[in-house]
């Protein structure tokens, strides 16, 4: 099932309150020691331990809302539509469609006649392309530092 990507867009409080929770997060727990999160509803307190995967969500969960940043949480194993793809690889529908999908680049498959995209294979092909483009940049500086080294660059 596709989803809509929304993101959380954190008020000034919740900034300030960021900064309070991700500085008690980053000094609770260690590796001999269990961080707990308590949640009271009123009446009761519920406490539940912080395991590292947890922990590490949301410190960079904080981290990010106390820089006022937004944030995007998406699931992994999410399938996401054509549309939010190309706007989470900052390329048009269009391009999406006819210069990645249709060459193979990027896997996807059809739900009735709408092409889904899994969210992993999404994240996979966005840090191979930025691996493939710093190669590029890397060549490309080494050729100028070359041509200058012969002189051949003025």
Known sequence: MSKTIKAIIPSVE????????????????????TAFLSISNGKDISEYPLRDS????????????SKGHGLIL???????????????LGVSHHYLI???????DLPYHMVGNRRRILFE???????????EISRRERVMLEIVKETGDLGLYK
């Open 14 to 33: 919740d900034v300030a309150l960021a900064k309070e929770i991700g500085s008690a997060l980053s000094t609770s727990g260690s590796e001999d020691e």
């Open 54 to 65: 947890i922990m590490r969500i949301l410190l960079n969960a904080t981290q990010e809302i």
């Open 74 to 88: 998406f699931p992994i194993q999410s399938e996401i539509t054509t549309q939010n793809a190309a706007t989470l």
């Open 98 to 104: 006819d210069n990645i999908l249709q060459s193979g």
């Open 121 to 131: 294979d999404l994240i996979r092909y966005k840090e191979e392309t930025e691996k």
